[in-house]
């Protein structure tokens, strides 16, 4: 099943729900879409991660109850639980670039294995809990640099610190659920997205951001690994599968508690080539360059996702194939560059737009 925004209102419509992360690409659209959904959404994160960010130019902070916090602060975490008593949590707070991990490997492992420590923690104190859903990455599993989908069956063991400590956190989600939530009081899940893009996402070594900055500027995009495959789908989509899993999860509990792979299909697996090549197709000019460093650290070559289980528990699907999410992408960071007074407004119309789909 797909939810309609209609039908996301009819159960968020009032629902107390906490999001940590909310400051960042992913979180700032996930919250947009729960304010549009009639949601009371309480926000624990640190200060925006970029500037520019999508959280302050879409003017979110003033429709949430924005916490400024780190997940490693269980003190301050627990009392934020206990004033709001949320009935669904979604926990995307994290350092979630792989190439700043090896720069700082204690400080991606504290946010990412101890901040879910920390938010479960609290998770397993409050009653009024339902649903908890952490959300990992795509790159949580171990990458053979074979050809088939990942499964969620399949062997946890990223390379890299940001991937392992994401594997970290998915085992002990599982720790937590096993030791603690049995008796089906809350559903806990964990959700492994594929590489995501959209308007606002500003971060360094991402490739749709260095492409849309190369652009603007006149500048050759400079492309480190451009045979590298991944699992490309814009930021709805995952974020569709997140609310629909907290809204399942919610009225059937335990039977709904695993892990989910959300990525796109086959088809729309591209390398980074392909989708540089479609992005400036899209945009309409552009030329790049590849300078690709031997030392450098290292980057998986080939990582897919297998999505029949969200497919077939959930009724999840992709509505979008890569070109219309490139689209929807590129004509976001245009409108930033040319009118950054609209760009609220047009970030609620591609939710509404992808909802209607």
């Avoid at 520019?52 to 924005?66: C, K, Q």
């Avoid at 989708?275 to 070559?301: C, F």
């Amino acid at each position: 099943m797909a939810l309609t925004l209609e039908e996301l209102k009819s159960f968020y419509n009032g629902k107390k729900v906490l999001v940590t992360g909310h400051t960042g690409f992913k979180g700032s659209w996930l919250v947009r879409i729960l304010t549009l959904a009639g949601a009371q959404v309480t926000g624990y994160a640190l200060n925006p991660p970029t500037d520019p960010n999508l959280f302050e130019i879409a003017g979110l902070e003033d429709t949430i109850h924005s916490v400024v916090g780190d997940v490693r602060d269980l003190t301050h975490l627990r009392r934020v639980f206990d004033e709001v008593k949320p009935e669904i949590v979604f926990h995307l707070a994290a350092q979630p670039i792989v190439r700043e991990s090896y720069k700082e490997p204690v400080y991606t492992y504290e946010t990412n294995v101890m901040g879910t420590v920390n938010i479960l923690e609290c998770v397993r104190l409050t009653d009024t809990v339902r649903s908890f859903l952490n959300v990992t990455t795509d790159k949580v599993y171990e990458n053979k640099e074979w050809e088939y989908g990942y499964r969620e069956c399949d062997p946890l063991d990223g390379y890299d610190p940001y991937s392992n400590s994401k594997s970290c956190s998915e085992l002990v989600t599982h720790s937590y659920k096993k030791s603690f939530f049995e008796d089906g009081r809350c559903a806990i899940s964990t959700s492994r997205a594929g590489n995501v893009i959209g308007g606002g996402d500003w971060a360094k070594d991402r490739l749709v951001p260095d492409i849309v900055r190369a652009l603007h500027k006149g500048e050759e995009i400079v492309l480190r690994n451009p045979a590298a495959v991944r699992p490309w789908q814009h930021v709805l989509e995952p974020l569709g599968g997140y609310l629909l899993l907290g809204y399942l999860a919610s009225v059937r509990y335990a039977d709904l508690s695993n892990a989910y792979n959300f990525g796109p299909n086959p088809e729309d697996t591209l390398t980074v080539e392909q989708m540089t090549a479609l992005a400036t197709d899209i945009w309409g000019i552009g030329k790049y360059r590849v300078e690709q460093n031997l030392s450098a650290p290292h980057e998986a070559g080939l990582l897919k996702l297998d999505i029949s289980l969200a497919k077939a528990e959930l009724g999840w699907k992709p509505a979008m194939n890569a070109r219309e999410a490139l689209e929807l992408t590129l004509q976001w960071y245009k409108t930033y560059y040319q009118d950054k007074g609209f760009i609220s407004d047009l970030t609620e119309q591609q939710i509404q737009y992808f909802f209607s789909k």
